[in-house]
């Protein structure tokens, strides 16, 4: 790693850190004692705490956080991988339809998740959903990838073609469930097409965490096999890169991570799209610099994101998926005011 990448790195991750001892204290409720001392006394003397305030920061606010960060960081790092393989700006997992289909097969899980359950291994019960949306972003992933790509080249309209077709059909279906849904279903299912990250808790940050840190683990290190399949697959073939290798691994890891994620926190779309497209403005294109770095954007992006759900109307939330689509909408638009002049 050059110490051009490590700096920025430091610099992100410091931010990062500053605005998560922030985030702590924002919101409806407010502290019996002054800020810093109530963080002072949790670290050096829990049992002097309040237990209301112990309660909120670490079983409301703490998990929240680290939610955030977890989430926008993976899906920004899937976004990045995505769009180095097909070499196109506009291949983040919403856009495609990944998104679209983990949520199809979340809602599958939530609507029909007792008739399925009768029929698989009682271990795979509590991890139920989070394995329907993996396998929802998966079969979405292979889909599009194979009928956009022949001869190992991806046709960008089939790409955006396949990915409409996909949200089509998966918002029809979804559509179809949320008929027949009871009144608690219902409320669920609005969740996920909603996105929130109310409902963040220790054991789900656990199975997010491990999936993440297997995923960083498997594609952080691609930035410079990614800027040789910039210049053509069969080129960089010829540099040595196993590119069949890394396109599998990309569309694994990627489905495994919007599918985990969409299962505890709904649909949060753009954030694949944003963080990749603002941090190529600043680094070229260089995906040795964007890819390592776009995880740590990700998830600054998605927790300011959810500091402004959180305060903007309280003491009710705005959605988070409002939020990241007001701002994905303007970046996609100038992405595509690009390509036109480019014509």
Do not use: C
């Amino acid at each position: 790693m050059s110490k051009k990448l490590s700096f920025y790195i430091v610099v992100l991750a410091i931010l990062l850190l500053v605005i998560a001892s922030i985030s702590i204290f924002l919101g409806v409720y407010e502290f019996e004692s002054s800020n810093f001392q109530t963080i002072k006394q949790l670290i050096f003397n829990p049992e002097s705490v309040i237990p209301s305030d112990r309660y909120v920061i670490l079983n409301v606010r703490l998990p929240r956080i680290i939610m955030a960060i977890l989430a926008g960081g993976g899906l920004a790092l899937a976004g990045t991988s995505l769009q180095g393989m097909f070499r196109n700006p506009l291949a983040s997992p919403d856009l495609i339809g990944i998104t679209s289909g983990s949520v199809l097969f979340a809602a599958i899980a939530i609507i029909l998740g007792e008739f399925i359950k009768a029929y698989i291994p009682a271990f795979l019960h509590y991890s139920f959903l989070s394995l329907m949306s993996f396998i929802g972003a998966l079969i979405t992933m292979s889909f599009v990838y194979r009928m956009s790509t022949t001869n190992g080249k991806t046709n960008i309209s089939i790409l955006l073609l396949s990915g409409v077709a996909i949200t089509a059909l998966s918002g029809a279906v979804t559509g179809l469930l949320i008929y027949i849904s009871n009144d608690e279903e219902l409320k669920n299912l609005t969740f996920w097409t909603l996105g929130s990250l109310a409902g963040a808790t220790w054991p789900k940050i656990v199975i997010v965490a491990v999936i993440v840190a297997l995923a960083l683990r498997y594609l952080i290190h691609l930035g410079k096999a990614l800027n040789a399949m910039m210049l053509g697959e069969r080129d960089a073939n010829h540099l040595g890169i196993s590119v069949e290798t890394i396109k599998k691994r990309i569309i694994l890891f990627s489905a495994l991570l919007v599918g985990t994620i969409v299962a505890f926190t709904g649909t949060i779309g753009f954030v694949g799209l944003v963080v990749p497209y603002i941090l190529r403005l600043i680094f070229k294109s260089n995906y040795y610099f964007v890819l390592p770095l776009s995880f740590l954007a990700g998830a600054i992006l998605l927790l300011v994101a959810d500091n402004i759900s959180r305060t903007l109307v309280p003491p009710t939330e705005v959605p988070i998926g409002i939020l990241t689509a007001l701002m994905g909408a303007p970046v996609f638009i100038a992405i595509l005011l690009k390509f036109k002049k480019s014509l």
